[in-house]
């Protein structure tokens, strides 16, 4: 199984900027071996799919909502995704958690257990 543990949220004006971290505790896989996804929650919304990475960091896909303003990537040697979120919007507003995914492509679900994620709040 994986471990997830999100960092990084917090409040953060319309515009402003946060970079969150996901370090991945792994006994059955190794890190370097699957691509990795965040995922959001918003108030009151299902989870939905945000971006991907591949296992190399070497490609990525974004949700049209996010596109051209978050960055995934990875870090092989740290066993750490991030998730880069500049020129945020109210409508970012959620707990963003990140996963295992089947594959580099966006995903409707993680494959492990969810994390307890991080909250990012977007203020006016």
């Known amino acids: 199984q994986v471990q997830w543990v999100e960092s990084g949220g917090g409040l953060v004006q319309a515009g402003g900027s946060l970079r969150l971290s996901c370090v991945a505790s792994?006994?059955?896989?190794?890190?370097?071996?699957?691509?990795m996804g965040w995922f959001r929650q918003a108030p009151g919304k299902d989870r939905e799919f945000v971006a991907v990475?591949?296992?190399?960091?070497?490609?990525?896909y974004y949700s049209d909502s996010v596109k051209g303003r978050f960055t995934i990537s990875k870090d092989n040697t740290k066993n750490t995704a991030y998730l880069q979120m500049n020129n945020l919007k109210l409508e970012d507003t959620a707990v963003y958690y990140c996963?295992?995914?089947?594959?580099?492509?966006?995903?409707?679900?993680?494959?492990?257990?969810w994390g307890k994620g991080t909250l990012v709040t977007v203020s006016s």
């Open positions: 990475v591949s296992r190399g960091n070497v490609s990525a």
């Open positions: 996963n295992r995914v089947a594959a580099a492509v966006p995903a409707r679900d993680g494959e492990e257990a």
């Open positions: 792994t006994s059955g896989r190794t890190f370097s071996s699957f691509p």
